[in-house]
């Protein structure tokens, strides 16, 4: 037996550009693993050097069978000084779209994942309101230069993460959260050294991880606004919209209100500005369970990903259930993935959501795309390289790929838009 999708369906995998291509020192990012007491694990260094080996790895892509690539582009390599637009950067990225196209793969690009330049933190970085102009600008010197051939763009990456950082992570001791002050996990100091590194000092340092209460919020808000209406006016057709963070919120008794809180804060207080878009990217990993004391970790004896949180792939479903509930947009699962060595596992974690999507779409629900997190075993932000998401293994020594079991059945997945109920590897 098989479950069938859309011929139109676009399957395919994602990445984050600091975290695949490697030596991107002019980032935020790159000035916090560096700093002084650090809460990352391991120096992101040359990554998986995909800056330099993008030809060879869209090539696997296409080879395995999928049928489309997110990956994003990085601020900080375009746009190096303020005002400052690099050609050479802007050449390299339209040839990454260019390559995507030759190996007949479609490009959805994200024009933020995460890292800022940083020169922005001088100026105060995502709590300066003037941030949503340079931010507007940079999209549209880009999109001027490679966004012809796109059908999707989105503005920013899990836009409500730092929501999640103060709201979630504080109460669970599975990740310590980037960009505050986490006294209890890392060492005191390590944001003055991060200013320092980016020319500035501490008060004025103020990262995309720190955006979480109203007026920063309402600073990145702002900053998709303005992008969005400056890349409609290059090309009115093209798709643009964001993507969130999320995991799916349940509750016990008692923990009703919590947990109807806290979509609000990860779902619903974006409502107003994902509204005015033309699609939503949801990404989801997991679920989220309230008692009337917070959230409920995952007990022992509950299953869990390398990560710490519970295995969970009936989320996904869930998840877009929840949203379509509230937003009648088009849905593009932008990321879903699962952090383990055991690849037989992962494989049967994106089979388990993907039948979960299916429902969804046969309920009617306008879902577009699929992309599994990640294409490759790559930089996980503080976690540095423990976490094994991909399904291509890049050895840390050579950078030689090695395409999973999961890799060659999604693949398939994707020649034929076709789910099969049995695992045949």
């Given at each position: 037996?098989?479950?069938?999708f859309?011929?139109?369906?676009?399957?395919?995998?994602?990445?984050a550009a600091h975290q695949?291509?490697?030596y991107n020192?002019?980032?935020d990012?790159w000035?916090e693993?560096?700093?002084e007491?650090?809460?990352?694990k391991?120096l992101?260094?040359?990554?998986?050097?995909h800056?330099?080996?993008f030809r060879?790895?869209?090539?696997?892509m296409?080879d395995i069978g999928?049928?489309?690539?997110?990956?994003?582009?990085?601020?900080?390599?375009i746009?190096?000084?303020?005002g400052?637009?690099s050609?050479?950067q802007?050449d390299?990225?339209?040839?990454?779209?260019?390559?995507?196209?030759?190996?007949?793969?479609?490009?959805l690009v994200?024009?933020?994942?995460?890292?800022?330049?940083?020169?922005?933190?001088?100026?105060?970085g995502?709590?300066?309101?003037?941030?949503?102009?340079?931010?507007a600008k940079?999209?549209?010197?880009v999109?001027?230069e490679i966004g012809?051939p796109l059908?999707?763009?989105l503005?920013?990456?899990?836009?409500?993460?730092p929501?999640m950082?103060?709201?979630?992570f504080?109460?669970m001791?599975?990740?310590?959260?980037?960009?505050?002050d986490?006294?209890s996990w890392?060492a005191?100091?390590?944001r003055?050294?991060?200013?320092?590194a980016c020319g500035?000092t501490?008060?004025r340092?103020?990262?995309?991880?720190?955006?979480?209460?109203?007026?920063?919020i309402?600073i990145?808000m702002?900053a998709h606004?303005?992008a969005?209406?400056a890349?409609?006016a290059?090309?009115?057709?093209?798709?643009?919209?964001?993507?969130l963070?999320?995991?799916?919120v349940?509750?016990?008794?008692?923990g009703?209100e919590l947990a109807?809180?806290?979509w609000q804060d990860?779902?619903g207080?974006f409502?107003?500005?994902?509204?005015e878009d033309?699609?939503l990217?949801?990404q989801?990993?997991?679920?989220?369970i309230?008692g009337s004391?917070?959230?409920?970790?995952a007990?022992?004896?509950?299953?869990?990903?390398?990560m710490?949180y519970?295995?969970?792939?009936e989320?996904?479903g869930a998840?877009?259930?929840?949203?379509?509930r509230?937003?009648?947009?088009?849905?593009?699962i932008t990321?879903?993935?699962?952090?383990t060595?055991?690849?037989?596992?992962?494989l049967?974690?994106?089979?388990?959501?993907l039948k979960?999507?299916h429902a969804?779409i046969?309920?009617?629900?306008?879902v577009r795309a699929?992309?599994y997190?990640?294409?490759f075993d790559n930089?996980?932000w503080?976690?540095g390289?423990?976490p094994?998401?991909g399904?291509?293994?890049?050895?840390?020594e050579?950078?030689a790929?090695?395409?999973?079991?999961?890799?060659?059945w999604?693949?398939r997945v994707?020649?034929?838009?076709?789910l099969p109920?049995e695992?045949k590897v």
């Open positions: 037996m098989q479950l069938k859309p011929e139109t369906f676009i399957w395919g995998t994602a990445t695949v291509e490697g020192d002019n980032c990012v000035a693993e560096h700093s007491g650090s809460p990352y391991d992101s260094g040359a990554a998986v050097d800056y330099n080996r060879e790895d869209i090539a696997l296409a999928l049928k489309s690539y997110r990956f994003s582009v990085e601020w900080a390599r746009e190096p000084e303020p400052v637009y050609a050479e802007l390299h990225y339209r040839e990454v779209v260019q390559t995507c196209l030759k190996y007949g793969l479609k490009p994200t024009m933020f994942h995460f890292t800022s330049p940083q020169w922005l933190m001088r100026d105060g995502w709590s300066n309101p003037e941030t949503a102009d340079r931010f940079y999209c549209e010197v999109f001027r012809e059908d999707y763009v503005t920013f990456n899990e836009a409500n993460l929501v950082l103060k709201e979630l504080t109460n001791e599975f990740m310590p959260p980037v960009g505050m986490a006294k890392i005191p100091g390590w003055e050294s991060a200013a320092r500035t501490v008060d340092y103020f990262t995309f991880h720190m955006a979480s209460e109203a007026e920063s309402a990145v702002d606004r303005k969005r209406a890349m409609k290059i090309k009115p057709s093209i798709q643009i919209g964001m993507s963070a999320l995991p799916d349940q509750a016990i008794e008692g009703e109807a809180a806290a990860y779902f207080q409502l107003p500005v994902i509204r033309d699609f990217g949801v989801n990993y997991t679920t989220e309230y004391q917070g959230v409920i970790p007990g022992e004896e509950d299953e869990k990903t390398d710490g519970a295995y969970a792939p989320a996904l998840v877009v259930r929840k949203v379509h509230d937003l009648k947009l088009p849905i593009l990321e879903h993935g699962i952090a060595e055991d690849d037989a596992k992962r049967s974690f994106i089979r388990e959501g979960g999507l969804c046969q309920e009617g629900i306008d699929y992309a997190w990640s294409t930089f996980e503080t976690f390289y423990t094994r998401f399904i291509i293994a890049v050895d840390r050579t950078q790929r090695t395409v999973k079991n999961s890799g060659k999604l693949g994707a020649q034929n838009s076709v109920l695992l």
